[in-house]
């Protein structure tokens, strides 16, 4: 039961995905007021050399009228506290006068792929693994900022500040000072996850200062700035707790906050993540290792295509509406289609993290059909999915509930049922309809006193049992692709 004080609790969640942002209230148990949503959608800027952007102020806009329509909808409700999830990786250049010099590059940005081949002789990258978790790849803060340096100079030499999407929010709203919550700043590349700053070693093989990057702080912000504080009374002098990275906020608010629960999450992109409590660790060869707060570490792998894919085909391949589309998947036997696929077309992260990688798919006939592409992918994808489980049990062995979130898989029954005779595991959906901004209000709850996530239990769905002889053929299917793997990328 629900105690007084979390009966007038209120907290407003702001999610900056990589399609979407969505604000919404949560009241103090966790729960979502509803009919207090507002989700604007959106796209990141794509070039054919890779390029995948955002400009910062057109993100600013829209956080601020998913906030205002929130509001909107709150009908005059309290607030007692705003959190806030964003997408990790990305950074943006600042000015001395305040404004980017830089769009947003964004995680999915490739284009700095030479410059983390040239990090990668520069520097010992299993050392730099060890202390900050993150290889050396284009998705991270080190190579972009080479890249830049080298692809951008005017505006390399402007710039003052290197910061995350979340930090420029916040120095807008609230003045321009320039922190990161330790979230953010863990899944960068220049982050040392026990030491808890900034590495230096890194930091000292590319051309910035330790003084551009923003300070590491977890304290909120409270004093709106001049028209912010007109345009938003009642946050005015509420706490605003630093932005936390989507990843980490989506174990969360499914309900995965320790070593026995697995998250398995495809929206966008895809990922699969162990969270867990500790006050240090030692990071494995294999899987990337950020953080959801001081406290609390994340670990596991990503996959740079998941709903996006999908969503793709459906487009390309001109695919009937969803529900139709659904039955024909269904009605399909599992690797029936003769394809094999890399689901690649957004370059990769993990579990193999070449750069230059791209889609392929092996044995396309005349009798290829498009609801066989789109399922060849969607088995593609937890092909991969199955390899980093891999990673993950040799890094953190013992059995684990594996709980499935994100718009992919909670949308394709046929999709989840996939993932489950992929992994050879039972799958539980999670009862959760938005983790990341769940897992946003209940770390900004844990921070004015409330309980610990880890007490704070999570909705669960439906579970999906693994079928032994699909198993057995998707084994089968994994090693082609693994053959198909290396002939095409084996010397990226």
């Known amino acids: 039961m629900a105690s007084r004080r979390d009966e007038g609790t209120r907290i407003l969640a702001v999610d900056v995905g990589s399609s979407s942002v969505r604000a919404e209230l949560y009241d103090g148990s966790g729960g979502s007021v509803e009919g207090t949503e507002t989700k604007l959608d959106y796209d990141f800027e794509y070039t054919s050399d890779g390029g995948a952007t955002k400009d910062a102020d057109g993100l600013l806009d829209l956080v601020a009228r998913a906030i205002d329509g929130a509001l909107a909808r709150a009908q005059d409700v309290e607030i007692s506290g705003v959190a806030m999830s964003t997408f990790w990786h990305s950074v ?41 978790g993150c290889v050396l790849h284009s998705s991270y803060w080190p190579a972009k900022l080479i890249w830049l340096s080298e692809t951008e100079p005017r505006a390399f030499e402007r710039t003052e500040h290197w910061v995350s999407p979340g930090d420029y929010f916040y120095a807008r709203l609230f003045g321009e000072t320039y922190a990161v919550g330790t979230s953010m700043a863990s899944a960068n590349g220049l982050f040392d996850q026990n030491r808890r700053e900034w590495d230096r070693e890194t930091l000292g093989a590319l051309p910035v200062e330790e003084q551009q990057l923003p300070t590491i702080s977890d304290e909120p912000r409270r004093g709106l700035a001049g028209e912010w504080a007109d345009r938003w009374p009642a946050l005015r002098e509420v706490p605003w707790f630093p932005a936390v990275g989507d990843g980490a906020c989506s174990n969360v608010g499914s309900g995965c906050t320790d070593s026995g629960q697995l998250a398995l999450m495809v929206g966008t992109s895809g990922a699969m993540r162990v969270l867990w409590k500790a006050e240090s660790v030692e990071i494995p060869e294999g899987p990337w290792c950020y953080r959801a707060d001081g406290e609390r570490f994340v670990m596991g792998g990503a996959l740079s295509d998941g709903g996006n894919l999908i969503e793709w085909l459906r487009n390309t391949l001109r695919l009937p509406a969803p529900e139709e589309t659904e039955k024909l998947l269904s009605g399909m036997d599992p690797d029936s289609h003769g394809l094999t696929f890399l689901p690649l077309l957004a370059g990769e992260r993990g579990p193999g993290w070449a750069d230059r990688a791209n889609g392929t798919i092996a044995g396309l006939s005349m009798s290829s059909k498009p609801e066989g ?120």
């Open 92 to 132: 943006l250049g600042v000015g001395r006068d305040g404004k980017p010099t830089t769009p947003i590059l964004t995680w999915a940005d490739r284009r700095a792929a030479d410059a983390a081949r040239g990090l990668r002789d520069a520097l010992d990258e299993a050392a730099v693994h060890r202390r900050t």
């Open 373 to 492: 592409i789109l399922r060849a992918a969607m088995e593609a994808v937890a092909f991969r999915f199955a390899t980093i489980a891999e990673i993950i049990e040799g890094a953190i062995p013992g059995e684990k509930l594996v709980v499935a979130s994100g718009g992919g898989l909670l949308n394709s029954p046929t999709w989840t049922g996939i993932m489950a005779d992929v992994l050879g595991k039972p799958i539980t959906v999670s009862g959760v309809k938005e983790a990341s901004s769940r897992g946003a209000a209940l770390l900004a709850l844990q921070a004015l006193g409330g309980p610990e996530v880890e007490e704070t239990e999570a909705p669960l769905g439906e579970t999906f049992e693994p079928d032994a002889a699909r198993h057995e053929i998707y084994r089968q299917a994994i090693a082609r692709q693994l053959r198909l793997y290396d002939a095409v990328l084996g010397d990226s």
